[in-house]
C-alpha cells in the first residue's frame, strides 16, 4: 500500500528495499469512480481516491458485522479500547454507523472501557493521569457510556472470572432475522404510538457517563503489587503473556458487572497473523481459532468479536490520517534489549520484515488461520478447562506429548506443593508462564483469600469448585479436615 498522491504516483510496483520508489509522470485514476486522482493504493490494482478509499473502509466494517450476524439488535455491546490506531478507527466505525444520517444504521447499543496499564509500560503517575484525561476527553465526545479501568483493579477480580458462565453451550441461538423483524417492529409501535421511536445511538447516551467512569489512579500499594507480579516473571515473553491475561480478565468482569454481552475489540488483520505464528510458538496451536477468530465465545455469557480483522494495519493508518481520526499511544512493555527480547516482538519484526519484501506474507497467513477450526479448544466439561484461559486442557496422551516433561517431580515444600497443584488445571502454554511465577504462590491457604477448599490438604490452593482432582475425590469420599 502507498500514499499514490507522493512520490510513485499509484502505479503499484513495489518499492525494493534500500532503493527510492519510482516516480511516475502520471497520476493514476481512482478504480471505482474513474474521476479522482487515486490517493492510496490498497493492493495492487486497487487504487481509491479519498471518498472511493471511505466508502471502501466503511462497507468492510459493515459486512463484517453483516456477514456473522453475532450481534443482534437491541444488545449491550462493549467496545475495549486501547487508544491505538485500530481500535480508534474501530470506534468512529461505530459512531458513524449508529448516526441517523446512516442509511442502514447499526442497531447495537456501545458502550466503552478503557485499561491503563501505565504502571507495567514504565510511565510515571503524572504521565498515567495526562493518558487517563486524555482518553477520558475523547470518550466524553462520543456520547456513550464508558467506565475507566487501571491493571491494578485485575488483582481484586472474584474468583468467578476464571469459571466459564451461563449460556454460549448447546443451547440454540434465536434466530437472527427473527431478532432483526421483532425489533423492527418494535420500532413501528413505538412510532405509531407518538414515541418517536429510539435510536441505538439515544439509548446509550441517556445519562451520559455512567460506572466507574472518573476512576483515577489506584493507591500506591497496590501498584507496587503489581510491579511485583511482572518482575516474578524472568522473561519478557511471560509478562506480555501475563498482561494480555489480566487484560482480558477486567474486560470480562467490566462486561459481566454492566451488563453486556459482546465486546469488541480492534485486533488488525496484521495483528491476527503476528498473533498466529506467536501463539504456535507458545504451545497455543490447538487454540488458534479461538484466540484469532471473529467468534470468541469460551466465556459462554460473554462473547468477544474482532470486527477490525480483515484491515490491515497500513489501511487502519491511512484512514486515520485522511478522516483525522484521534489516537492516545501509549509505550509497549519495557525492554533492556532491543532485538529479540520476545518471542511477540520476534514474530512481529520477522512478518513485517518479510512483508516489506512480499506483500502477500500477512494476508496469506492470515488466510490460512480462516480454515482452522475451533473443535481443538472446546471442552465437554468444567474440569477439563484450563483454569487461566477457559480453553480445553490438552492432556489427551500426555505421556506421548510435549506437556510431558513440564510434570516433573520437585522438592517438596509450601512453594512446590502449591506448583504441584495448579499444574495439572493448566494447558501447556499457560503452565510456561505459571512456572516463572511459582515464587509468588508459596503463600499459606489463609493467605489466598475466600472461597477456598476447606477439605484439601496443603498443597491445594483453587478456589471452589475448581480444585484438583485428586481433592475433589478426596471429598466424594468425606475425607475431611487433612
Known sequence: MCDASERC???GEAAVRGRAAPVC??????????????????????????AC???????????????????FPGEKVLLALSGGMA?????????EGLSRETAKRLRFVPGLVY???????????????QTLSRMESLLQETGFPYYLASLEQALELPGSILRRGPGGGSEPSPSYKAAVEGFIQQ????????????????LSTQGGPTGDSHVRLPAAARTEELLRLFDAAETLTAKEELLQMLRSHLLLHTARTQGYTKVMTGESCTRVAIKLLTNLALGRGAFLAVDTGFVDNRHGDVTVVRPMRDYMA????????????????????????????????????FLLGLQVDFPSTISTVYRTGEKLSVAPAEASSELQRCLLCLCALDIAGEEELALEPTLVKEETGNGAESRAAFIPLLCYSCRLTFKEMVR?????????????????PLSCRVPLPRCHPTCAAKHSTGAAGL
Do not use: W
Request: charged share 25%; aromatic share 8%.
Open 314 to 349: 497500513k489501511e487502519i493508518a491511512f484512514y486515520n490520517h485522511f478522516f483525522g481520526v484521534p489516537t492516545v499511544i501509549t509505550p509497549p512493555l519495557h525492554a533492556k534489549r532491543r532485538e529479540k527480547t520476545s518471542i511477540h516482538r520476534l514474530m512481529e519484526s
Open 25 to 50: 509522470s502520471q497520476p493514476r485514476p481512482c478504480v471505482k469512480c474513474g474521476e479522482g486522482n487515486a490517493a492510496v493504493v490498497v493492493r495492487i490494482g486497487d487504487a481509491f481516491c479519498r
Open 115 to 129: 485499561i491503563d496499564e501505565g504502571a507495567v509500560c514504565g510511565q510515571s503517575r503524572v504521565q498515567r493521569e
Open 53 to 71: 478509499f471511505r466508502e471502501y473502509f466503511v462497507h468492510k466494517f459493515r459486512a463484517m458485522l453483516g456477514k456473522n450476524r453475532v450481534i
Open 9 to 11: 504516483g499509484g502505479c
Open 187 to 202: 420500532q413501528r409501535q413505538e412510532e405509531a404510538s407518538g414515541d418517536g421511536g429510539t435510536s441505538p445511538t439515544e
Open 87 to 95: 481500535s480508534s478507527a474501530m470506534l468512529r466505525q461505530v459512531q
Open 440 to 456: 509468588l504462590f508459596g503463600v499459606a491457604p489463609q493467605e489466598m483469600g475466600p472461597g477456598l477448599c476447606p477439605h484439601c
